[in-house]
């Protein structure tokens, strides 16, 4: 109980400067994507998501988390069997048949919104395919649970089942979270769980659901920078995140484009 309490419950004057954020962030990500290409850099792609928040003079509230060294970016690009929070380089170059994770934060109006997306470089092999589908299939399956009266869990189980219902392995390690005035707030929503459990979903929580998808096992393994994080095999992963509020009349995405659109679909998938 003493969890719950700690949970946000926002107003819909708040959701909707929540929205507003969610179509900034998904500007920036859509920018973001159109630099995927072989012989960009992941430099490149933070930099593409980086003039969009400057065009609309806001900041993402990745860059300065502490850490091992503060984060220095604006986006975490991830590349193949990095999982998340893979620091933007010059010297990461992107090339034919790469996967590629792009997660990008927005703060506007004192309101975080953040999400995320895995896309292909070019060409792509039929395994790296299916998972970054399975993977975005995943996410607008918790969505669908998030609904008032259900719990936290029901979203996680939903999840879980259906990544591990086609070989794949969701991480125990990182989780969705909360979002609102902070980056990170209650409640945590892992990517496994049991129906029925965690914190009961009602109006005006918002929570920014994640699956982080591996091929060949749930562990995880830190890069030496303190920030980066392979799957433990070094197999393939995919991450798509959105920010979601519940309502009366079921879950609002915040994190799409203007006109209702994701800014990336490797599924094909238009206004939801």
Known sequence: MSWERQVSIKSKDEIAI???AGIINAEALKAASEVCVPGAT??????????????YKVTSPFKGVPGPIPFPASTCVSVNDV????????????????????????TYKGFVADSAFTIGVGKVSEEA????????????????KMVPGNYTGDVSAAIQEYVESHGFYVTKQYTGHGVGRRMWEAPQVPNYGTKGQGIRLRPGITIAIEPMVLVG????QVHQDGWAVSSADLSLTAHFE???AVTE????????????????????????
């Open 242 to 244: 959105h920010s979601i």
């Open 129 to 144: 395919q299916k998972l970054m589908e399975v993977t975005e299939n995943s996410l607008y399956i918790g969505i669908e």
């Open 18 to 20: 929540m929205r507003e």
């Open 217 to 220: 096992t749930d562990a995880t």
């Open 42 to 55: 992941t430099w490149d792609v933070n930099a593409a998501a980086d003039r969009v928040l400057d065009h």
């Open 83 to 106: 999982l998340v929070h893979g620091i933007p380089s010059k010297k990461i170059v992107l090339h034919e048949g790469d996967i590629v994770s792009v997660d990008c934060g927005t």
């Open 249 to 272: 009349e079921g879950p609002v995405i915040l994190t799409l484009l203007e006109n209702g659109e994701p800014p990336v679909s490797v599924t094909g998938r238009k206004k939801l």
